[in-house]
Structures are given as structure tokens and as C-alpha cells.
């Protein structure tokens, strides 16, 4: 089973993930952690050990910004929190920000199809958590601009391989 678990900030879309693989006795908590100890912002140890809290004690967690190999290479349930995350320490790496898009997006895409790639093939129960762009206004920003359009496309070929897509608001999942 695949599952694409999308909602605004703060919906209650990890918390709905990680009910959804209570019942598997192993899970890798994969969270794509940011390029460098330095570009984490403070509060990154803050909601990493928030969301250790809650998860069954057997969980491992598992920082990599290399979606595809832990995709590949491990075994038990999988949950990633967030492709938001991800991408944007794909776009940090690349220097995205600074940068020409032309001249990074193809490797940023290159690596999408990779992991895409890897979650059709394998056999394993893949959770993802993501954020769900484009419902209100367009940001003011280049940065922002960006993100947006890339996660929507990230959303777009992953939802493609997963069995449901569930959109949680306020705490509630709808199955779409």
C-alpha cells in the first residue's frame, strides 16, 4: 500500500500518517533533513523530537535527503515527512535559490524521477507527507514562486504511484 497524505500547515497530516502504520510491527521515519547543520533552523531539533514523542518507541528515524536509496534499501513500512522538506534541500544543494532555474532543474527533476522510480518499484508500505500548494494566493517572492511550482509537480508524480491520496483538513482526512 502507498498512501500520499497532502494538507495545509498544521492540518494534522503527520499525525493521520503515522496512525496509518500504528498496526505495522517496523517503520522508518525517514525525515529529509536539511543540506547543513548550519541551514537548519532552530527549531528543527524541536519538531523532530515533537514527532519522536508520539511515535511508537520501535519506529527508527532515519535524516537523508536521498529519498530514493532509502526507498530502495530498506525493509518494513516507510513513512517520509515532508516531500516539502525534501525538495527544498534539493533546491538548497543545487543553490536554487541564487540560481538560474534552467540550470538546476533538470538535475532537481532527474533526481525526482529516481525516487518516483523507486517508490513504483518496491514492495514495501510507503506513507508521504506533503504540503498541499496553490490554494491561495501566489506568493510575492521568486523563492516562493518556485517551491510552489515544484511541489505541485512533486506532489503530481508521486500521487501517480500511490494507491490513495488523502488531503487532511482540520484534523480530518477525505480519501480523494
Not at 493521520?16 to 517496523?26: R, V
Not at 515532508?82 to 532537481?108: F, H, K, M, P, Y
Not at 490554494?135 to 508524480?157: A, K, Y
Request: hydrophobic letters at 40%.
Amino acid at each position: 500500500m502507498k498512501v500520499l497524505v497532502t494538507g495545509g500547515v498544521r492540518s494534522g497530516k503527520s499525525f493521520h500518517a503515522e496512525s496509518l502504520l500504528l498496526m505495522e510491527p517496523g517503520v522508518t521515519y525517514l525525515a529529509p533533513a536539511p543540506t547543513s547543520e548550519e541551514e537548519r533552523d532552530p527549531d528543527w531539533a524541536a519538531r523532530i523530537e515533537a514527532h519522536q514523542g508520539r511515535r511508537p518507541g520501535h519506529w527508527e528515524t532515519l535524516e537523508t535527503r536521498d529519498l530514493a536509496s532509502a526507498i530502495r534499501e530498506g525493509d518494513g513500512a516507510l513513512i517520509i515527512d515532508s516531500l516539502g522538506t525534501w525538495l527544498t534541500s534539493q533546491i538548497d544543494e543545487l543553490d536554487g535559490w541564487n540560481a538560474i532555474r534552467e540550470e538546476w532543474e533538470r538535475v532537481l527533476l532527474a533526481r525526482l524521477d529516481d525516487a518516483v522510480d523507486a517508490l513504483a518499484r518496491t514492495k514495501r508500505t510507503v506513507v508521504l507527507v506533503t504540503n498541499e500548494v496553490g490554494m491561495g494566493i501566489i506568493p510575492e517572492r521568486r523563492s516562493g514562486r518556485i517551491f510552489g511550482d515544484l511541489l505541485g509537480i512533486v506532489n503530481q508524480r508521486f500521487a501517480a504511484e500511490c494507491d490513495e491520496v488523502q488531503l487532511v483538513v482540520a484534523g480530518r482526512a477525505l480519501t480523494l
